[in-house]
T-cell receptor, first 112, second 113 residues
């Protein structure tokens, strides 16, 4: 069965650079969530989209922005990167906001 | 905000042993979920619980949604080496277009030396 696809899987950036992470949800899933997981931590909710509109916002820094496109894929844009942004970034998708979320394999971001 | 208390933080298992872990919250959830995460990978859904009191099994895994909607437990019977990993509970409240997950801190399962 098709799963959530994330790219790139690994990314190395320097401080103050920008990064763009991509997420392709499971076909027919119209809801996308982004989570950040620091080393040894649990995933923390950043932002979500339903039917191409932002539906909820969590602990997302102002330096980050995201959107969901007409084909339902989503991109997380991160600017002025800081060392503390080094983490695993997961995208999850669901059939609707009330349905079960399925996670992608994640993007490991390292900021030097 | 809502927080989940997951215990134990870590445990060592010997093949064939039964394992138990649980999560509690000070507030109620509509849905409880249990995920397993291997190092560097995304969380994989094990069991989803939708109704208070619900008891659900998935192979050697059994999970229950507490009657008060503030807690859940996960049991693994007859553990095997591939059960090693980090197990997360997650609570979900949904309304309108919102439904983000709140995670516990995780239970790390390791093999007894």
């Amino acid at each position: 069965a098709a799963g959530v696809i994330q790219s790139p899987r690994h990314l190395i950036k320097e401080k103050r650079e920008t990064a763009t992470l991509k997420c392709y949800p499971i076909p027919r899933h119209d809801t996308v969530y982004w989570y950040q997981q620091g080393p040894g931590q649990d995933p923390q909710f950043l932002i979500s989209f339903y039917e191409k509109m932002q539906s909820d916002k969590g602990s997302i820094p102002d330096r980050f922005s995201a959107q969901q496109f007409s084909d339902y894929h989503s991109e997380l844009n991160m600017s002025s990167l800081e060392l503390g942004d080094s983490a695993l970034y997961f995208c999850a998708s669901s059939l609707s906001p009330q349905e079960t979320q399925y996670f992608g394999p994640g993007t490991r971001l390292l900021v030097l | 905000g809502q927080q989940l208390n997951q215990s134990p933080q870590s445990m060592f298992i010997q093949e064939g042993e039964d394992v138990s872990m649980n999560c509690t919250s000070s507030s109620i959830f509509n849905t409880w979920l249990w995920y397993k995460q291997d190092p560097g990978e995304g969380p994989v859904l094990l069991i989803a619980l939708y109704k208070a009191g619900e008891l659900t099994s998935n192979g050697r895994l059994t999970a229950q949604f507490g009657i008060t909607r503030k807690d859940s437990f996960l049991n693994i019977s007859a553990s095997i080496p591939s059960d090693v990993g980090i197990y997360f509970c997650a609570g979900q409240n949904y309304g309108g277009s919102q439904g983000n997950l709140i995670f516990g801190k995780g239970t790390k399962l390791s093999v007894k030396p």
